[in-house]
């Protein structure tokens, strides 16, 4: 008799994954409040305007910050489409620009608690997503807890985001330490890239990211890749109190000509690594899950 941990692993690795493109971008960070909601939603405008179809996935448990940001109340959690026969489409909320996104509520962490019918829904419906959008941005807590490090392991993409604060890179680094150290991840299938936020030029961002890049690759033999630095903007700030995105409020701060020209970067970079979509991604991280 098989276990319904080994059942749930040999569904997951018969279930063929639905042929997508979707680019899945994990934006994480080592310590908290550095600026990874801000830059999940602003990038998710720039994209936008640049012509990509987006939708962002917010997977930070404890806040709702997408929701908050986009100034948009959901109806609906991924828990709904777990738990109340709720299908993909009745979950997505419309921010600006008609903007998808998902919240995570409650759903993220049941995800070990699913059946076998609820894994297998979870996925098919997720695999819908995969072909209503060419990037899907996840945005995360950060990353020390072990729930998030696991998203991060199972993402291809990850976007890591730090400040000049001697604690945001340390913790970077921390975060960095700990997934090399995770069996699940793997070095080749990872593509790190990095966001220096709240910097006062891009000078000091790429030095920063320098520092971080150094030390990843002398004693974790990681490579970084940098993706350009966020000024830091009062403008950004103005638009949190008004629960409007800074790329929509004030189009041309610094901040948001600084998260114009990373969008572009990340456009520019040509994916190579065959785990693509967030149907295959979340069969990854729920596969960690059961392997633990
Ligand atoms: N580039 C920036 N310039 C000025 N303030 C910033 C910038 N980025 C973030 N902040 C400030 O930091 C706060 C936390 O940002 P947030 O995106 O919520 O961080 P996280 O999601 O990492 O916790 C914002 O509400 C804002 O006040
Ligand atoms: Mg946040």
Redesign the pocket.
């Known amino acids: 008799m098989m276990d319904q941990a080994e059942e749930l692993r040999s569904i997951l690795k018969r279930q063929n994954p639905i042929k997508s493109n979707a680019r899945v971008i994990t934006v994480t ?1 080592g310590k ?9 939603v602003n990038l998710a405008i720039t994209l936008k305007r640049l012509g990509k179809r987006v939708i962002v996935f917010d997977a ?1 448990f404890g ?1 709702a ?1 997408v929701e908050v ?1 986009f100034g948009v109340v959901p109806q609906y959690n991924l828990a709904d489409l777990m738990y109340k026969d709720k299908g993909i489409k009745d979950i997505l909320s419309k921010g600006p620009l008609e903007i998808e996104f998902i919240s995570g509520g409650s759903g993220i962490q049941e995800l070990t608690n699913l059946s076998i019918d609820q894994v297998h829904y979870l996925i098919q419906q997720l695999g819908e997503i995969d072909e209503l959008a060419d990037v899907i941005i996840i ?1 995360t ?2 990353g020390i807890s072990n729930s998030v490090l696991e998203f991060v392991i199972a993402s291809s993409e990850i976007l890591l ?1 730090t400040t000049p604060e001697p604690t945001s890179i340390t913790d970077s680094y921390a975060l960095l330490k700990a997934l090399n150290r995770n069996k699940g991840f793997s070095k080749e299938l990872a593509q790190i890239k990095v966001i220096t ?2 910097v006062s030029s891009e000078n000091e961002g790429r030095e920063i990211f320098n520092k971080l890049s150094t030390v990843s690759k002398k004693f974790l033999d990681l490579d970084l890749e940098f993706m350009g630095a ?5 403008n ?2 103005k638009a ?1 109190m008004e629960q409007r995105p800074v790329t929509m409020l004030y189009e041309n701060s610094n ?1 948001s000509q600084d998260i114009n020209n990373i969008a572009k970067r990340i456009l520019d970079i040509e994916i190579q690594t065959p785990k693509k979509g967030i149907a295959q991604m979340f069969s990854r991280l729920i596969k960690l899950k059961l392997t633990k």
């Open positions: 960070s908290g409040g550095v600026g990874k909601s801000n830059i999940s930070d806040l910050n940001l945005d807590g950060a985001v936020n709240r966020v000024t830091y903007d009062l950004l700030q949190v901040a």
